[in-house]
């Protein structure tokens, strides 16, 4: 690491200066995520006013299908984007990558905030329109990983849980900021205006929030040395996968359980409340944004608590919880009545999932060597998550159309005792695996 800001492994008392640097460079690494999930949401949130414009064919419903295929489709090319920038991380710096992913990020907005429809450029329309997403999704794909790596390097010893857990304050600080800006176009512009060019302002604003991410990771330190760049399996998924079998398939594990969990309370519990519970829409989005916004607030808490009990230990709470507590929540949400019971079940779920995306990074990024430590932690979140977190609402919303919604429910337990198992492999600590 640069001689401009203390190794993370050191526990001397920072000066004033140098954790003021520290700070900085936490706040760069994770800006990338915020940018990240806003992107995820409004694209999500205004496919209602944009759909028509690249799928003039057929009803709304299918234009909406098609807008969301191509959004499933971005999101399948994370594993490739987990491969591609943990191999940059490790091989050329972790800076390197980072600046790489969210430049990618800022073009993939642009494009599709400067799009032509289909009425003037034809099939091309819908064409670009998924180049751009696959586009996002590897840049996306990468972001995660690199990020995580940075900010367990960065982070002082003894503090790294409640540094780290500030990649998912960034991360639910997108997702508000999504709702936070289709609430405010919504309120000044018509549904006309909307439908006509109001949603591509959205992406303008996903674009510029790059850029400031952009602004901020310039001045970012490299935490990789060269002799770990240098390593003949630097980035290399052969020797990943060779040496560092048994690591990969526990965050594998991890977060198959942890990221279900999280869409599950995050994406999906919207349209359970509206769906499955009898909530009218909007009280429902008030519900979620107020969960949301103190779900965001207990990250630094939970992670500092890490700090004192272990990374073990706050995945074996999570994993626990999720197995024991899912269930009963979920079903207590479709039968009750009261929406202050429903908020206190909702808040409850997300504290127990708090548990895991407090920790997710660092936990992740202690298990592998500094050569393979961006690799690992990108690729193998990357799979688990498009394969558990991405499929999540699918999963859900079939289950319900097939009459059988409270096997997800059973689902997402049995993956919460998963998590849980594997959480019994891990050292006392956490840090890493129990040999």
Same mark, same amino acid.
């Given at each position: 690491?640069?001689?401009?800001?203390?190794?993370?492994?050191?526990?001397?008392?920072?000066?004033?200066?140098?954790?003021?640097?520290?700070?900085?460079?936490?706040?760069?690494?994770?800006?990338?995520?915020?940018?990240?999930?806003?992107?995820?949401?409004?694209?999500?949130?205004?496919?209602?006013?944009?759909?028509?414009?690249?799928?003039?064919?057929?009803?709304?419903?299918?234009?909406?299908?098609?807008?969301?295929?191509?959004?499933?489709?971005?999101?399948?090319?994370?594993?490739?984007?987990?491969?591609?920038?943990?191999?940059?991380?490790?091989?050329?710096?972790?800076?390197?990558?980072?600046?790489?992913?969210?430049?990618?990020?800022?073009?993939?907005?642009?494009?599709?905030?400067?799009?032509?429809?289909?009425?003037?450029?034809?099939?091309?329309?819908?064409?670009?329109?998924?180049?751009?997403?696959?586009?996002?999704?590897?840049?996306?794909?990468?972001?995660?990983?690199?990020?995580?790596?940075?900010?367990?390097?960065?982070?002082?010893?003894?503090?790294?849980?409640?540094?780290?857990?500030?990649?998912?304050?960034?991360?639910?600080? &997108?997702? =508000? %900021? /999504? @709702?936070?800006?289709?609430?405010?176009?919504?309120?000044?512009?018509?549904?006309?205006?909307? #439908? !006509?060019?109001?949603?591509?302002?959205?992406?303008?604003? &996903?674009? =510029? %929030? /790059? @850029?400031?991410?952009?602004?901020?990771?310039?001045?970012?330190?490299?935490?990789?040395?060269? #002799? !770990?760049?240098?390593?003949?399996?630097?980035?290399?998924?052969?020797? =990943? %996968?060779?040496?560092?079998?048994?690591?990969?398939?526990?965050?594998?594990?991890?977060?198959?359980?942890?990221?279900?969990?999280?869409?599950?309370?995050?994406?999906?519990?919207?349209?359970? %409340?509206?769906?499955?519970?009898?909530?009218?829409?909007?009280?429902?989005?008030?519900?979620?944004?107020?969960?949301?916004?103190?779900?965001?607030?207990?990250?630094?808490?939970?992670?500092?608590?890490?700090?004192?009990?272990?990374?073990?230990?706050?995945?074996?709470?999570?994993?626990?919880?999720?197995?024991?507590?899912?269930?009963?929540?979920?079903?207590?949400?479709?039968?009750?009545?009261?929406?202050?019971?429903?908020?206190?079940?909702?808040?409850?779920?997300?504290?127990?999932?708090?548990?895991?995306?407090?920790?997710?990074?660092?936990?992740?990024?202690?298990?592998?060597?500094?050569?393979?430590?961006?690799?690992?932690?990108?690729?193998?979140?990357?799979?688990?998550?498009?394969?558990?977190?991405?499929?999540?609402?699918?999963?859900?919303?079939?289950?319900?159309?097939?009459?059988?919604?409270?096997?997800?429910?059973?689902?997402?337990?049995?993956?919460?005792?998963?998590?849980?198992?594997?959480?019994?492999?891990?050292?006392?600590?956490?840090?890493?695996?129990?040999?």
């Amino acid at each position: 690491m640069s001689d401009t800001l203390d190794s993370g492994n050191k526990t001397r008392p920072e000066t004033p200066v140098a954790s003021k640097k520290r700070i900085w460079a936490i706040v760069g690494a994770s800006s990338g995520n915020l940018v990240e999930w806003f992107d995820f949401y409004v694209y999500s949130f205004f496919s209602l006013y944009f759909a028509h414009v690249f799928f003039p064919r057929g009803d709304s419903t299918t234009q909406l299908l098609q807008t969301a295929g191509i959004f499933a489709a971005g999101f399948l090319m994370r594993p490739c984007g987990g491969w591609l920038f943990g191999y940059i991380a490790d091989k050329h710096g972790r800076k390197n990558s980072m600046l790489i992913s969210v430049c990618m990020m800022c073009f993939g907005s642009l494009v599709i905030a400067c799009l032509p429809g289909y009425a003037s450029i034809g099939v091309a329309a819908p064409v670009s329109l998924l180049l751009a997403r696959m586009f996002q999704g590897l840049s996306v794909g990468g972001e995660y990983g690199t990020s995580a790596t940075y900010m367990s390097e960065v982070a002082l010893e003894g503090r790294k849980g409640f540094y780290a857990s500030f990649q998912y304050v960034t991360l639910i600080g &997108g997702q =508000l %900021l /999504a @709702v936070l800006t289709v609430v405010i176009l919504q309120q000044i512009l018509s549904e006309e205006a909307l #439908r !006509s060019w109001g949603w591509r302002i959205p992406f303008f604003l &996903g674009a =510029l %929030l /790059a @850029v400031v991410a952009l602004w901020l990771r310039r001045s970012l330190n490299e935490t990789s040395e060269k #002799r !770990s760049r240098e390593h003949r399996d630097a980035g290399n998924i052969f020797g =990943l %996968l060779r040496n560092h079998t048994r690591a990969f398939l526990m965050v594998l594990g991890f977060t198959a359980g942890g990221s279900l969990s999280f869409y599950t309370f995050t994406t999906y519990m919207q349209k359970y %409340l509206v769906n499955s519970a009898g909530i009218d829409a909007k009280t429902a989005s008030g519900l979620m944004t107020a969960a949301l916004f103190v779900f965001m607030l207990i990250q630094p808490l939970i992670g500092a608590l890490s700090d004192k009990i272990g990374r073990r230990g706050s995945m074996l709470i999570f994993g626990a919880g999720a197995a024991i507590c899912t269930v009963p929540i979920l079903t207590l949400i479709q039968t009750t009545d009261s929406l202050w019971f429903t908020f206190s079940l909702t808040m409850l779920a997300l504290l127990i999932t708090s548990f895991y995306t407090a920790i997710s990074g660092i936990l992740k990024a202690e298990m592998f060597p500094p050569e393979v430590r961006a690799l690992g932690v990108g690729l193998s979140y990357a799979v688990a998550n498009a394969l558990f977190g991405g499929s999540a609402e699918y999963v859900a919303l079939l289950m319900k159309k097939l009459g059988m919604e409270s096997s997800f429910f059973w689902y997402v337990s049995a993956m919460g005792a998963v998590a849980f198992l594997v959480s019994l492999m891990l050292h006392k600590r956490g840090k890493g695996i129990r040999l």
